[in-house]
């Protein structure tokens, strides 16, 4: 439909729909997807301008250095993401971290919208159907195993 009606593409991450499920708040945000393997994808904001301003690159990490780093720092801080329900203990445990809300923990299709507006109007992650490409941070457990497979065949063992 893009294509054919020469409507451009905003390029936008699951991590930025769920940081920005959280505005107005004197915290700083942190979203987290689980990654498997006791990692989360995670990503840092902050809400100032009328926007959520991303403090760092994505990344993946395991839990435990998170939440580490962020009971480190002298911040409150809000966590977001479905990944909150499976690390639940672990987050409530540190005085500084609080758990968003149920309802915030998944991408809505209102903050999806927010930050799609945005992103247009500043001219940022605008794309065509040709040069818009998904954002891959590490290759799947699939894609490893059977590249470690691969290589133990040509290597004959």
């Not at 893009?2 to 390029?11: D, R, S, T």
């Not at 689980?34 to 994808?41: F, G, I, L, T």
């Not at 799609?116 to 490409?133: L, M, S």
């Amino acid at each position: 439909m893009a294509h054919v009606n020469n409507i451009p593409l905003i390029g936008i991450n699951s991590l930025e729909i769920l940081g920005a499920n959280i505005d107005f708040c004197k915290k700083k945000i942190c979203s987290i997807l689980d990654a498997q393997r006791n990692q989360v994808y995670t990503c840092k904001y902050i809400f100032e301008e009328e926007k959520n301003k991303a403090l760092e690159e994505i990344s993946i990490m395991p839990i435990d250095d998170l939440l580490g780093e962020l009971s480190a720092t002298n911040e409150e801080w809000v966590i977001v993401g479905e990944a909150v329900y499976k690390y639940k203990e672990k987050i409530e445990a540190i005085s500084n971290i609080t758990i968003s809300s149920p309802p915030n923990n998944i991408t809505k299709a209102s903050s999806l919208c927010t930050v799609a507006k945005y992103k247009f109007e500043q001219n940022t992650d605008v794309h065509n159907c040709y040069d818009i490409n998904p954002m891959y941070i590490r290759k799947s457990q699939a894609e490893e195993q059977y590249e470690e497979k691969q290589k133990r065949l040509r290597d004959g063992k």
